[in-house]
């Protein structure tokens, strides 16, 4: 069964740095990029970027530049996000998602099919 | 970017009924889009890609369709554990975007 297990819940301080792993199993880690999303209490779901198990070549969206670190341990088929100089509205649920793609011939359709739970970091001084 | 607008922002309808939800894309995306179901308190789950392929072990009650700027996502015989929030996300791009979600509540 494929999974995607995410580390426990994180609470820091203003300016402080963390890092969230993502462990897969169940499947080849490098046949499928990792996506971050990231939901603020109460809010919707906003895309952070992917990075590919095969190149390790993280691409970021907008907004999610500079603080926000994609990495990977192929080793041990391990995704992590790592914020820096963490702010109060750093403050959320990050999920990381499994990038697969479905179609033949001319048209490869791209979706996100197995999530982990989520890990909630909570910044509060 | 890509924006995506969902409507309704929310919805309400009893056991049995039939809803859908309006996905619009900000420029053309072919058939790019897929649907997420979000229950409270748990991590969003696939339900639809390519605007009307349904993910495996999804019930055939969700179907989705539409192209180019305008998707749909119907639930017919709604049942209770259909409580959720909706979301739609655009793939033309590699730039993921999301809708801001529907959420749905089932009477």
């Known amino acids: 069964q494929v999974h995607l297990v995410q580390s426990g819940s994180e609470l820091k301080r203003p300016g402080a740095s963390v890092r969230i792993s993502c462990k897969a199993s169940g499947h080849t880690f490098s046949n499928y990029t990792l996506n971050w999303v990231r939901q603020a209490p109460g809010q919707g779901l906003d895309f952070m970027g992917w990075?590919?198990?095969?190149?390790?070549?993280?691409t970021y969206a907008p907004g999610f530049t500079g603080r926000f670190i994609f990495s990977l341990d192929t080793s041990v088929n391990t995704a992590y996000l790592q914020i820096t100089s963490l702010k109060a509205d750093d403050t959320a649920v990050y999920f990381c998602?499994?990038?697969?793609?479905?179609?033949?011939?001319?048209?490869?359709?791209?979706?996100?099919?197995?999530w982990g739970e989520g890990t909630t970091v909570t910044v509060s001084s | 970017d890509i924006q995506m607008t969902q409507s309704p922002s929310s919805l309400s309808a009893s056991v049995g009924d039939r809803v859908s939800i309006t996905c619009r894309a900000s420029q053309s995306i072919s058939r790019f889009l897929n649907w997420y179901q979000q229950r409270p308190g748990k991590a969003p789950k696939l339900l639809m890609f390519a605007a009307s392929s349904l993910q495996s072990g999804v019930p055939s009650r969700f179907s989705g369709r539409g192209s180019g700027t305008e998707f749909t996502l119907t639930i017919s015989n709604l049942q209770p554990e259909d409580v959720a929030t909706y979301f739609c996300?655009?793939?033309?791009?590699?730039?993921?975007?999301f809708g801001q979600g529907t959420k749905l509540e089932v009477k």
């Open positions: 990075i590919s198990t095969n190149t390790e070549n993280p």
């Open positions: 996300q655009q793939s033309y791009t590699t730039l993921y975007t």
């Open positions: 998602a499994r990038g697969a793609a479905a179609g033949t011939g001319y048209h490869y359709y791209y979706f996100m099919d197995v």
